[in-house]
């Protein structure tokens, strides 16, 4: 049974609707990628996922404790509390915060084993400890994503909503990123990746959907999509590394530049 599963998902901003019908599983411990062009809705679809943009129509599902949840309209620090959290591309910490403190913030989630998961997280991001006095604000864009992952993995959840994590990143950091997404999927926890190096992340993924407008386009094993040439052609863009951008396109799924 998936522990997280969006049924005929319909979202937007304003007038305009972004998504149109979605549907995608997340099995427990799996590692999930979406894909698509720029405004195809991936980000979208983590916010409406996360509560942080309201479902229109359609099914949200999380499967948590062997309790089962329809959570379309549910409010992030309620997700978080059963279960669920979201790393978004920007603003993901608190820039004035010491490290340790953005984790505590995290960690209040979890209460009373708060100490022991803030020191969990810390030994799997030595470079965190190292630095956990120095405002958040001071880190490199490398390391407040690390800490932006390690915040959201503090509060022990199911499965994590990531959207673009090596956006901006030097290709070595993106490398010590991915591997640490390997690992925290391969102690258990089902992530949900939106990701602009397409190839890649499909190549991890255990399952892989494309969106496109909106819309389901294609699904299927990551490893089969990367390796056919229609969605090479279509979507992994020309040096094989990452989606292409259509002229005159934006990052922003939201229009007005929301993201």
């Known amino acids: 049974m998936p522990v997280l599963s969006v049924v005929g998902l319909r979202a937007g901003y304003g007038e305009q609707d972004i998504l149109h019908d979605v549907t995608l599983d997340v099995p427990a411990g799996a590692f999930v990628s979406v894909i698509g062009p720029n405004g195809a809705g991936k980000s979208t679809l983590l916010k409406a996922v996360y ?39 920007l603003a993901n910490v608190f820039p004035n915060m010491t490290v340790f403190e953005n984790l505590e913030v995290g960690a209040k989630v979890v209460r009373a084993d708060s100490a022991r998961q803030i020191q969990r997280i810390v030994e799997m991001f030595p470079l965190l400890y190292d630095r956990r006095r120095a405002r958040a604000g001071t880190l490199s864009g490398g390391q407040r994503q690390m800490l932006a992952l390690a915040r959201a993995l503090v509060t022990n959840p199911q499965v994590i909503l990531l959207d673009e994590p090596s956006a901006g990143l030097a290709a070595t ?77 934006t990052s922003s799924d939201a229009p007005g530049g929301v993201t």
């Open 51 to 89: 509560g942080l943009v309201k479902p229109r129509s359609g099914s949200i599902v999380f499967r948590s404790g062997g309790d089962e949840h329809e959570i379309a309209g549910w409010k992030p620090y309620r997700l978080t509390s059963v279960g669920m959290n979201y790393v978004p591309q």
């Open 173 to 249: 950091v993106a490398d010590d990123l991915f591997e640490r997404l390997a690992q925290i999927n391969r102690e258990g926890t089902a992530i949900l990746l939106v990701e602009q190096n397409a190839r890649r992340s499909l190549a991890m993924s255990d399952y892989g959907y494309v969106l496109d407008m909106g819309r389901n386009r294609f699904e299927g094993p990551g490893r089969k999509l990367v390796n056919d040439p229609k969605i090479a052609d279509l979507y992994l863009g020309g040096d094989g590394t990452s989606l292409s951008t259509a002229p005159g396109s």
